[in-house]
């Protein structure tokens, strides 16, 4: 999970490798800096269509400051936040988006709810806590849709 906030100067901190801060990065160097696979990047380009990176002969991506910034941004709503794809890009458009659940989910918690090694409570713990938090997204969302109706 990404931990910087966003800012030219969090995005520089994760990329160790001497260029300028605004220099433009490929998208191997980007998903590696970011904790993500190259097949999400591309994912979320066809999905964000304020998303566009540079790409050059033969379809090579070259990411911006900017881009890398809204990369950080989708990850925190997609992920930490809780939103839909749908929601998130509504709210990058300015649209009313999807809300977000109140409690996190991680990867350490989903992973703890089908570790067959861990105790059986903490298992029952971890899916609980992951059921509670879809069951919140699904009354955030019913809360929007008899909002807009």
């Known amino acids: 999970m990404i931990d910087v906030d966003g800012t030219p100067e969090g995005i520089s901190s994760l990329f160790q490798d001497g260029k300028d801060s605004g220099a433009l990065r490929t998208i191997g160097e980007v998903a590696t800096a970011l904790g993500l696979k190259q097949h999400v990047l591309r994912y979320w380009e066809?999905?964000?269509?304020m998303l566009r990176p540079l790409t050059r002969a033969g379809g090579r991506?070259?990411?911006?400051?900017?881009?890398?910034?809204?990369?950080?941004?989708?990850?925190?709503?997609?992920?930490?936040e809780g939103y839909t794809i749908r929601g998130a890009r509504q709210a990058l458009q300015g649209g009313a988006p999807d809300r977000a659940p109140a409690l996190p989910v991680t990867p350490e918690i989903t992973a703890s709810a089908f570790d067959s090694s861990k105790p059986e409570e903490d298992?029952?713990?971890?899916?609980?806590?992951?059921?509670?938090?879809?069951?919140?997204?699904?009354?955030n969302r019913l809360a929007v849709a008899v909002e807009a109706a």
């Open 46 to 49: 066809e999905q964000f269509p």
């Open 123 to 139: 298992r029952i713990l971890a899916a609980l806590h992951l059921l509670r938090s879809h069951l919140e997204a699904v009354r």
């Open 61 to 80: 991506r070259h990411y911006r400051t900017e881009d890398i910034a809204l990369i950080v941004r989708i990850d925190r709503m997609l992920r930490r």
